[in-house]
């Protein structure tokens, strides 16, 4: 098993920064890919960013440019950085981690990110 905690979260302003850890513990070497999901209010779970161990990553169109995924594995943490943020940035963050690409095999709690207009 993985476990996943999340943190970071917080209240900021339309235009802010604010950037998420991700901290896994547990059976890390099954954790070759991890994301980052959000949930926002009344709103199913997307995808925002995907990265593998060696740090190839991805990104939905709708954060590409503002957020960047990170990893460091001596830490085994994954980090979301958050710039530009907007009030449609509102969500609960939850992390995953997952064998293979396309897998989220475990997840975090979530950390509340909220953009103030």
């Known amino acids: 098993q993985v476990q996943l905690v999340e943190s970071g979260g917080g209240l900021v302003q339309t235009g802010g920064s604010l950037k998420l850890s991700c901290t896994a513990s547990?059976?890390?070497?099954?954790?070759?890919?991890l994301s980052w999901f959000r949930r926002p209010p009344g709103k199913p779970r997307e995808l925002i960013a995907r990265?593998?161990?060696?740090?190839?990553?991805n990104y939905a169109d709708s954060v590409k440019g503002r957020f960047t995924i990170s990893r460091d594995n001596a830490k085994n943490t994954v980090y979301l950085q958050m710039n530009s943020l907007k009030p449609e940035d509102t969500a609960v963050y939850l992390c995953?981690?997952?064998?293979?690409?396309?897998?989220?095999?475990?997840w975090g709690q979530g950390t509340q990110v909220t953009v103030s207009s």
């Open positions: 995953s981690s997952g064998a293979r690409w396309g897998a989220d095999d475990y």
């Open positions: 990265i593998t161990r060696g740090g190839y990553a």
């Open positions: 547990g059976e890390i070497a099954s954790a070759n890919i």
